[in-house]
């Protein structure tokens, strides 16, 4: 018997949404249904007795396609090399003599993914290779030759420590730091000032290509940067997720190698993940100043909008003895982002009686309530920091007049957004793959010209200058 996956595999699909025809050397049509045994193993599963073949019995089979939610793909001809009977269907192995299916990949996103479209990937890479400009492709050369000299330095380096105690061996990489990891991190200074200088003309266009371009020649050394790796790679699916923040929190070195230590502590030590810090410390004080103007009796009720891991919250709990006087919201979609921040604060919290309330919900709730305070409640403090980078100017508008609506009277909107001179952005844009929608003062002011029952706006910024804030009051 063919030895299955071990993981079940949970459908989204129904048999007649993905299905696999062939045709026998007689001639004969046959279809079933797909019966993945391994990510690229490709079965189908017919009829009992639709087939005869005797005990490891190879047949050879044409002009195989896979009908998949209404997309029909040639897969050519094939060999059944196993088969087995159970409850009377025949479950046949497939062998594909010039294809591959990837079955994970049609789960996930109901499209079939076969060689023919690496093929169509490589050729239209070529084709965007051609758009590069000269002077670009020079310097990503030089960049390349520099990264491969300093690693190939701090690689030998770590190879020789990698016996000594591990003591000895955080030693030797503070020596390191002081010494070529000095010159290596002078170097990425440089490189990032070069191509900030060298892209400065480009268009949103010629910026894609040459972002996309650096990112593949330079890949195997971005990888080696954990903060760098995950910008790139995402995997919860977007950018600035929970684990990010926590990594720029720390802004310590952390990866494999040297090389890939000091790598990742240069991104997260750019005024753009300073702001990240920065900001951290101004909703604490925020936070502060309204539990002193509150009391356990009257609590002052806040709400974060996608909070991610809320250290800005752990903070707060841990340095003030005012928290009795508020009662903590967090609203986040991502699951792994709410328990991190509620393992955090369980860390720190003081009392079992104080509450945080951890809320799953998307920003699309709000949007699409008409009166979201009824569903999600009043505040007296309302803030967003990471999320308005990502939202285009309608929706960032309309979020802005849903949040205003849930303040009580004399009540505090706080909304973050990186500024358009954000010095961070082609190092973020090129290297990271971390795409921002960025504002300027002008903007975020407009995002309030429908509001009414304002007491004030202004607009401010942390300390970096990357990031400002826009501060908007509701009258009593």
């Known amino acids: 018997m063919i030895e299955k996956r071990k993981a079940t595999r949970i459908r989204i699909h129904n048999k007649n949404e993905v299905r696999l025809s062939f045709y026998t050397p007689k001639k004969v049509r046959i279809e079933g249904y797909i019966w993945d045994y391994s990510r690229f193993g490709l079965g189908v599963v017919i009829p009992a007795e639709t087939l005869k073949l005797k005990e490891k019995e190879t047949l050879h089979i044409f002009n195989c396609s896979i009908h998949c939610f209404g997309q029909e793909r040639n897969l050519g001809d094939a060999s059944i090399v196993r088969m087995y009977k159970e409850k009377g269907e025949q479950f046949l192995g497939i ?38 400009i000269p002077e670009f492709k020079a310097l990503v050369s030089d960049i390349s030759l520099g990264f491969s000299l300093y690693k190939r330095k701090l690689d030998d380096l770590d190879k020789k420590f990698s016996k000594e105690p591990d003591i000895l061996q955080k030693s030797l990489f503070q020596s390191i730091l002081k010494g070529i990891g000095r010159e290596f991190y002078q170097f990425l200074n440089d490189t990032i000032t070069n191509l900030k200088r060298t892209v400065k003309p480009y268009n949103k266009i010629q910026h894609e290509i040459h972002g996309y371009y650096i990112r593949k020649v330079l890949w195997h050394y971005l990888m080696e940067s954990p903060f760098i790796w995950r910008t790139n790679i995402k995997p919860r699916g977007y950018a600035g997720d929970s684990e990010m923040m926590e990594l720029v929190y720390r802004n310590s070195y952390e990866g494999e190698s040297s090389f890939g230590k000091i790598f990742h502590y240069h991104p997260v030590n750019t005024k753009a993940a300073m702001a990240v810090r920065n900001r951290r410390a101004l909703i604490n004080r925020t936070l502060i100043e309204k539990a002193k103007n509150a009391s356990i009796e009257e609590k002052a009720k806040i709400l974060s909008i996608a909070c991610g891991p809320a250290w800005e919250i752990r903070d707060f709990l841990q340095n003030t003895e005012v928290w009795k006087n508020v009662e903590i ?49 009043n505040y007296n403090f309302i803030y967003s920091m990471g999320l308005f980078d990502y939202l285009t100017f309608p929706v960032a508008k309309v979020l802005t007049e849903k949040l205003f609506s849930m303040l009580s009277p004399g009540g505090e909107l706080l909304i973050g957004n990186y500024h358009e001179k954000n010095e961070t952005r082609i190092y973020m844009e090129y290297l990271m793959d971390w795409k921002l929608i960025y504002r300027d003062e002008e903007e975020m002011l407009e995002l309030t010209e429908n509001l009414k029952d304002i007491k004030n706006v202004e607009i401010g910024f942390e300390e970096s200058g990357s990031q400002m804030f826009l501060r908007v009051t509701k009258n009593e």
């Open 95 to 132: 062998y594909l003599e010039n294809e591959f299916v990837d079955l994970d990949f049609l789960n996930e996103k109901h499209i079939t993914h076969i060689q023919e479209d690496e093929i169509k990937s490589v050729k239209l890479e070529f084709r965007d290779m051609e758009k590069v």
């Open 329 to 377: 919201n967090l609203l986040d979609q991502d699951e792994d982002a709410l328990d991190e921040a509620r393992k955090g604060i369980e860390s720190v919290l003081l009392e079992d009686h104080f509450r945080v309330n951890y809320l799953r919900e998307s920003v699309r709730t709000i949007l699409r309530s008409k009166e979201p305070a009824l569903q999600l409640g």
